[in-house]
């Protein structure tokens, strides 16, 4: 979803120079934290790449925040366009409420990023946006049958994605 909804916004606001700095962010929003989840896997820290043990996020998310922090702060040292500063804003303001909440219950971080992406999409680009929002409902719907989340979860996770990364995006631009 990271690597999609970068580009969009970067290309859509800023053209090429925008597409550049979509890649740049999303190899600390995605690619860097894959990277982290697979090799604990290798080693067998986790289980699977979406690290369903609720302790065990306790280790990945926090290094997902670090990576996140560090292309902000790259990001605005190197003057990037104001639309890519606010959208990695985002991801790191989403993660704060997710890391808390995932303390105590195991809050969808699909749904999370699925919603607060689309609320994204809209601000930077337009309502219309808003029309994928049932790509969201079918992202928690399938966490639901595989059994990773409850739908409380779910519905929890797209509530502090689109609220958080939404207010944080808008705020920030």
Same mark, same amino acid.
């Given at each position: 979803?990271?690597?999609?909804?970068?580009?969009?916004?970067?290309?859509?606001?800023?053209?090429?120079?925008?597409?550049?700095?979509?890649?740049?962010?999303?190899?600390?929003?995605?690619?860097?934290?894959?990277?982290?989840?697979?090799?604990?896997?290798?080693?067998?820290?986790?289980?699977?790449?979406?690290?369903?043990?609720?302790?065990?996020?306790?280790?990945?998310?926090?290094?997902?925040?670090?990576?996140?922090?560090?292309?902000?702060?790259?990001?605005?040292?190197?003057?990037?366009?104001?639309?890519? %500063? !606010?959208?990695? &804003? *985002?991801?790191? /303001?989403?993660?704060?409420?997710?890391?808390?909440? =995932?303390? +105590?219950?195991?809050?969808?971080?699909?749904?999370?990023?699925?919603?607060?992406?689309?609320?994204?999409?809209?601000?930077?680009?337009?309502?219309?946006?808003?029309?994928?929002?049932?790509?969201?409902?079918?992202?928690?719907?399938?966490?639901?049958?595989?059994?990773?989340?409850? %739908? !409380?979860?779910? &519905? *929890?996770?797209? /509530?502090?994605?689109?609220?958080?990364?939404?207010? =944080?995006? +808008?705020?920030?631009?």
């Amino acid at each position: 979803m990271i690597i999609a909804v970068l580009p969009l916004v970067g290309a859509g606001r800023y053209g090429w120079a925008g597409l550049g700095w979509a890649a740049f962010a999303a190899l600390f929003a995605a690619v860097v934290p894959t990277w982290f989840i697979r090799r604990g896997m290798r080693r067998g820290q986790w289980e699977d790449r979406h690290v369903g043990q609720r302790q065990r996020r306790l280790v990945v998310i926090p290094f997902i925040m670090l990576s996140v922090l560090t292309s902000f702060a790259v990001m605005l040292w190197l003057d990037a366009p104001a639309d890519m %500063t !606010a959208m990695v &804003l *985002a991801m790191f /303001a989403s993660l704060v409420p997710i890391m808390v909440i =995932t303390v +105590w219950w195991k809050i969808s971080v699909h749904t999370a990023v699925a919603g607060g992406a689309v609320t994204c999409l809209a601000i930077a680009l337009g309502p219309w946006w808003l029309l994928l929002y049932p790509l969201v409902v079918l992202i928690g719907w399938s966490r639901v049958v595989l059994r990773d989340h409850t %739908t !409380a979860q779910t &519905l *929890a996770g797209a /509530a502090v994605g689109a609220l958080t990364a939404g207010l =944080t995006f +808008w705020a920030a631009r």
